[in-house]
């Protein structure tokens, strides 16, 4: 049997070694269009900031020792122009060489990947793209030559990475996002946080405008604003590479990239595709997306050998959990944002909270921000996100590892984990969320959201801040009174509004000044998150900056 596999890097190796190691007898053809075939695609960005020294240090494997181990014949520098499904070959060019061949195939993976997004914006030709370890090294050459300024062009994962990686090299870097936010998986009121982190360490951010223009020494904005830029990064999206499946006549679902089943069989059942050119089946809706994450290519090539081996395989829909480094913070997140749930006229439930990293007591311990969003009658859980210094990434993981194991958000209260104070709390911070959702499905607590001020203060609501005068010294939510928590019991005949919109600083005490509140015979409502979440919105911003 003869596999050939179009593309290495994550996917396409991974089907290959799996399959090596499934059947020692199967020729296994890997041919990649770049210079390397088995490298850290998610390194890259670290080794323009010189985190990572040595470009060695990206490259996992070479043809030579991927030969010498799996006697895999891997062929770089090597691209498909075409195939032909009927024939079962694929036409292929030797780009050292310029010569061509044919070969004829058994199976075909198609493992390409995506491409990235280039606007047709006057001067886009001098913008740089970062995919391949070639687009690197251009990249840290241009670094290395001290330029005064740098443009990046988008605010996603790879944009953000970047930015700081060009800002550790001590290049002005300025960071422009056609939207109002950066990284578009967060929620705003989370998104904000990520925002102040960049400027506070030196990215000239810019969101909301696009670039209409990119001339030899700068970038013009929509705004007409124009920044200095000596080079320019473009990190605007990717698009799956359908180049080939699309004229060799195989469905391309509705997503724009190629269509599979659940075993990653194209419309030509020979023929599979993986990773990025793939689309996916999301978890929440059964419909078809994109998500561009390594483990999902390297579990898609896993499925493809299993498949083509005759072994059982598990088709597993994704929830898209993905994280990323901006300075210091980490931000992590799983399943839908509350934008998109909203958009798709869902109904959800949000809460947040805003815990230490572990036991408070113990040194050094780092508030974080966590995001919960489930639904309101079943609990089922749509989605989290968390922001934080440290902590953040294992709580993510264990919320995604609860959504595969279709475990309620009550039902986090319940989860056994790990504890010492070096390293969390007795109710860690997924407990909480757990007591939190608890409390709001079972009906004991009503929460509104940091956007909801206005429809309560409109609906004849007062609004309560339970925190201490001195806390409130530091700002508080416009038009609200202050009783601190300890003193309702013998202060709460002065609120003369039965209905009560009670904020504190994260929640808690809003919570226990609510309960109390709703005993004595007040309509009481706890502002979800607390003074912190509604500083931090959208809203607050726009407040504050009256």
């Not at 960005?45 to 490259?59: A, S, T, W």
């Not at 930015?163 to 300025?174: C, D, F, G, K, V």
């Not at 579990?299 to 597993?316: E, F, N, Q, S, Y």
């Not at 959990?321 to 901006?326: D, G, L, M, N, S």
Request: hydrophobic share 40%.
């Amino acid at each position: 049997m003869r596999v050939i596999i179009i593309g290495g890097v994550a996917g396409g190796m991974s089907a290959a070694t799996r399959l090596r190691r499934l059947d020692e007898t199967a020729e296994i053809i890997v041919l990649e269009k770049s210079g390397h075939v088995s490298y850290a695609n998610c390194g890259l960005p670290y080794y323009v900031g010189g985190v990572i020294e040595n470009e060695k240090d990206l490259l996992l494997q070479t043809p030579a020792s991927l030969h010498a181990r799996f006697r895999l014949d891997v062929r770089v520098s090597t691209e498909v122009l075409a195939i032909n499904s009927a024939k079962k070959t694929v036409a292929v060019k030797d780009l050292l060489t310029q010569e061509t061949t044919e070969l004829d195939y058994d199976k075909l993976i198609l493992s390409p990947g995506a491409s990235p997004v280039v606007p047709p914006i006057p001067g886009i030709e001098r913008g740089m793209v970062l995919r391949t370890v070639e687009d690197v090294e251009k990249i840290a050459s241009s670094v290395g030559k001290n330029p005064k300024s740098a443009v990046v062009i988008g605010g996603g994962f790879i944009g953000v990475e970047i930015a700081e990686n060009l800002i550790h090299r001590r290049i002005p870097t300025a960071l422009i996002e056609a939207t109002d936010q950066v990284l578009m998986p967060l929620d705003p009121e989370l998104a904000t946080l990520v925002a102040k982190e960049m400027r506070s360490k030196g990215v000239d951010l810019h969101l909301g405008s696009s670039v209409v223009k990119i001339s030899p020494t700068n970038v013009e904005l929509a705004n007409s604003q124009v920044i200095d830029a000596e080079i320019v990064i473009l990190a605007i999206g990717v698009r799956p590479e359908i180049g080939l499946a699309k004229a060799a006549g195989l469905e391309i679902g509705v997503r724009n990239g190629i269509k599979v089943d659940d075993f990653n069989r194209t419309s030509n059942l020979d023929i599979y595709a993986i990773g990025d050119a793939a689309e996916k089946t999301d978890a929440l809706d059964g419909n078809a997306t994109l998500v561009p994450l390594a483990n999902l290519a390297n579990r898609h090539g896993r499925v493809v050998a299993d498949h083509i081996c005759g072994l059982k395989t598990r088709p597993v829909k994704t929830i898209g959990t993905a994280i990323v480094k901006v300075f210091d913070l980490m931000i992590a997140t799983t399943g839908w944002n509350e934008k998109r749930l909203t958009a798709a006229n869902r109904s959800h439930q949000a809460i947040h909270i805003h815990p230490n990293s572990h036991a408070g007591y113990y040194p050094d311990a780092k508030q974080m921000a966590l995001k919960l969003i489930f639904d309101p009658k079943s609990g089922e859980i749509l989605g989290a996100q968390g922001v934080g210094i440290e902590g953040v990434d294992k709580r993510i993981d264990v919320i995604a590892t609860a959504m595969r194991g279709e475990i309620t958000a009550p039902e986090l209260a319940d989860l056994e984990l790990a504890y010492a104070p070096p390293f969390g709390s007795a109710k860690d911070p997924v407990n909480m969320l757990g007591y939190v959702a608890e409390n709001v499905l079972s009906g004991v607590s009503k929460v509104a959201q940091w956007h909801e001020i206005d429809e309560y203060r409109d609906k004849g609501f007062e609004l309560l801040d339970v925190r201490t005068a001195s806390e409130c010294g530091n700002g508080v939510i416009p038009g609200a009174i202050n009783i601190p928590v300890d003193e309702i019991r013998d202060r709460y005949r002065e609120l003369k509004n039965k209905n009560i919109l009670v904020n504190c600083q994260m929640g808690l005490r809003g919570h226990t000044a609510s309960m109390l509140l709703k005993e004595l015979g007040y309509n009481a409502v706890n502002l979800d998150g607390g003074y912190l979440t509604w500083s931090n919105s959208p809203a607050a911003i726009k407040e504050m900056s009256r």
